[in-house]
Nanobody, 129 residues
Framework: QIFLQESGGGSVQAGGSLRLSCKVS????????MGWFRQAPGLKREGVAA????????YISDSAKGRFTISRDRTTDTLYLQMSDLKPEDSATYYC??????????????????????WGRGTQVTVAS
């Protein structure tokens, strides 16, 4: 069983930055897709970034492009989401996800929630205008 623990959320002013962390522990597949998703009240959960663990290929959603970066520290089994130039519409609970499907050496559907089997409990990000 895999365990995912997010941290790093908080409140910032618009234009500020935050770095979210997702500590991975327990059993993991050899290669898989990991992702960051977010969900604001009343809205669907949406993917913002993903990473293929075999060679750290990254995927960034249009809403996050140019502002968010996903990375991984293999030595500590920690996934990161570096967020900069934050906007009020980035306010949401951010979730780490693991064991996303892979196909042909890449994440199959990196921003599809149904592709992932394991989830953390989330960390809250609030961006004030």
């Amino acid at each position: 069983q895999i365990f995912l623990q997010e941290s790093g959320g908080g409140s910032v002013q618009a234009g500020g930055s935050l770095r979210l962390s997702c500590k991975v522990s327990g059993y993991t597949y050899i290669t898989y897709c990991m992702g960051w998703f977010r969900q604001a009240p009343g809205l669907k959960r949406e993917g913002v970034a993903a990473l293929f663990t075999r060679d750290d290929i990254t995927y960034i959603s249009d809403s996050a492009k140019g502002r968010f970066t996903i990375s991984r520290d293999r030595t500590t089994d920690t996934l990161y989401l570096q967020m900069s130039d934050l906007k009020p519409e980035d306010s949401a609970t951010y979730y780490c996800a693991a064991h996303g499907f892979i196909r042909n050496g890449a994440c199959y559907a990196p921003f599809e929630t149904s592709d992932y089997t394991d989830w953390g409990r989330g960390t809250q990000v609030t961006v004030a205008s």
